[in-house]
């Protein structure tokens, strides 16, 4: 293959930083990951742009925040314009981010072929978008495990096929057309795993059995159910009812993710094997974090509503190898955002941006050559799910809902669980006042007035529509949460202690 660097861009799907071996949790079995944290760096303080997975794709692929490229929920529409058997009809596809570059645009115009295997849920799924030559993709985003709806070519398949194991299957044809060729590849493989359903029919049985029966759950919270949490659809919605309701879903989950970990084992193996470990960049990560009974949610930024900002929600897994270039087995503990991703991955492997100045965000591709990021570099972080955003530094969280509130305040070092709301303490006005400051213009700088998210309704049931004065007056997001408006009297206030 080519001496210029890859790139293997391995991506789950509502993992939280605390589901692997290499972060601490001694009852997942993640040995994949954890010989990559041990083969690379394994960052503590990563955030998504957004906690909900197609906005936090978007900004992962765009390098723009949701108010700048436009998604701002899951997509619940536009996915598709084709049918999956009886009573699923496809719905009319929306191509969400047409005219935005992303990387891997940028990657293509400098030789790379790109290839996507697995989720994509950014629109319009039986187009190949952005530059992918390879194009072996998940319909919708979610949905069975052993006949998950994919399409190939334009054609629509369903296979019985465990899904992370197709994807995988799928990642090494790829990979394997491209031996003997002189261009470097970008490969993105992106896992459903371990996104819900997690009953056992959805999973290897020997897998959820075994968690099943062997594993306390020990390192999840075990807690009452937090009384924003919203009903959902699927095993959610018995999420923590019983203990057997918890076991059940916890076995789905850490069976996912095991299984997913023996299929980063296998597109490691290859590498290995035929001689591309040490010229291709490995990056892992999820779509955004996930409570599994952490403050009592299950769910990421939409478990409940309002939607919430908590660091299990919006902190991710990251890991980043490539053996003999980039320091082995280090932990790096600064603030980063996938925001950052774009402008790190194309100044590592030598590509230009033209769209630099645009962006938020900042490369750290220093830190993968072992040097210290200079100054005041990312001590600071944004988020964003619609009306909600938010403003982290290493010390302090700001939450801010448009336009009434509740807001939060939460003091880092002495509440690191983001238990206590200090927002209407008289002693933290001024700390407030700062944070909220640097929130106001970071957003009055990047986002695009068409496509803010603050002016919009979004209430985590899923987008239907493009945003802003391009949706021409139509319905943009699901609001069929509004019969559970009396049980949330709509309003955080009076669940974090005073």
């Not at 309701?245 to 299984?259: D, V, W």
């Not at 897994?317 to 082995?328: A, D, K, V």
């Not at 009055?444 to 309704?457: F, H, T, W």
Request: negative net charge; glycine residues 10%; proline residues 6%.
């Amino acid at each position: 293959m080519a001496d210029r660097t890859n790139l293997l861009f391995i991506l789950t799907d509502d993992q939280g930083y605390w589901a692997m071996g290499c972060a601490g949790n001694d009852e997942i079995r993640t040995p994949n990951l954890d010989r990559l944290a041990a083969s690379g760096l394994r960052f503590t303080e990563f955030f998504c742009a957004s906690p909900v997975c197609s906005p936090a794709r978007a900004s992962i692929l765009t390098g723009r925040i949701p108010s700048q490229h436009g998604i701002h929920d899951f997509l619940r529409a536009g996915n598709t314009n084709l049918a999956f058997g009886q009573g699923k009809p496809g719905d009319e596809g929306i191509e969400y981010l047409a005219g935005l570059t992303a990387y891997t645009d940028l990657l293509a115009q400098a030789g790379y072929r790109c290839g996507l295997s697995g989720k994509w849920h950014m629109g319009f799924s039986e187009r190949p978008q952005k530059s992918f030559e390879f194009w072996d993709v998940h319909a919708y985003g979610a949905g069975s495990y052993f006949a998950p709806s994919m399409i190939r070519e334009g054609v629509a398949y369903e296979p019985s096929q465990y899904a992370s194991d197709l994807f995988t299957d799928n990642a090494l044809k790829f990979l394997q057309a491209q031996q003997g060729t002189d261009r470097p590849f970008c490969l993105n493989v992106h896992f459903t795993a371990p996104h819900a359903p997690w009953q056992r029919e959805h999973h290897p049985a020997e897998l959820w059995d075994d968690y099943h029966a062997n594993c306390p759950f020990k390192s999840t919270p075990d807690v009452p159910m937090h009384p924003l949490q919203l009903a959902k659809e699927g095993p959610s919605g018995s999420l923590g009812s019983t203990a057997q309701a918890r076991k059940e879903a916890l076995s789905g989950y850490f069976a996912a993710l095991t299984q997913m970990d023996a299929n980063v084992g296998r597109l490691l193996d290859w590498l290995e094997e035929n001689g591309e470990r040490e010229n291709t960049l490995v990056v892992f990560s999820s779509d955004n974090g996930m409570n599994m009974g952490h403050h009592g949610i299950y769910g990421k930024g939409n478990g409940t509503f309002p939607p919430n900002m908590f660091d299990t929600s919006v902190k991710v897994p990251m890991l980043m190898s490539r053996p003999g270039s980039i320091p082995e087995g280090e932990v790096v503990s600064t603030l980063h955002s996938h925001y950052d991703l774009m402008p790190t991955l194309l100044e590592y492997l030598g590509v230009e941006n033209p769209e630099a100045d645009s962006l938020p965000g900042r490369s750290f591709a220093g830190v993968l050559e072992g040097k210290a990021l200079s100054g005041d570099d990312h001590v600071v972080v944004f988020d964003e799910y619609g009306p909600t955003r938010m403003v982290r530094t290493v010390d302090w969280k700001y939450v801010h809902r448009y336009p009434f509130g509740d807001h939060e305040l939460f003091d880092l070092v002495n509440d690191p669980d983001e238990e206590y709301n200090l927002i209407n303490r008289d002693e933290h006005r001024e700390i407030h006042k700062i944070l909220q400051t640097k929130l106001e213009v970071f957003f009055a700088r990047y986002a695009d007035p068409g496509r803010d998210g603050s002016r919009e309704a979004v209430l985590g049931r899923g987008q239907i529509d493009v945003v802003g004065p391009a949706a021409e007056g139509r319905k943009r997001f699901g609001d069929d949460l509004l019969f559970e408006r009396d049980r949330l009297k709509g309003a955080v206030r009076g669940v974090l202690k005073p």
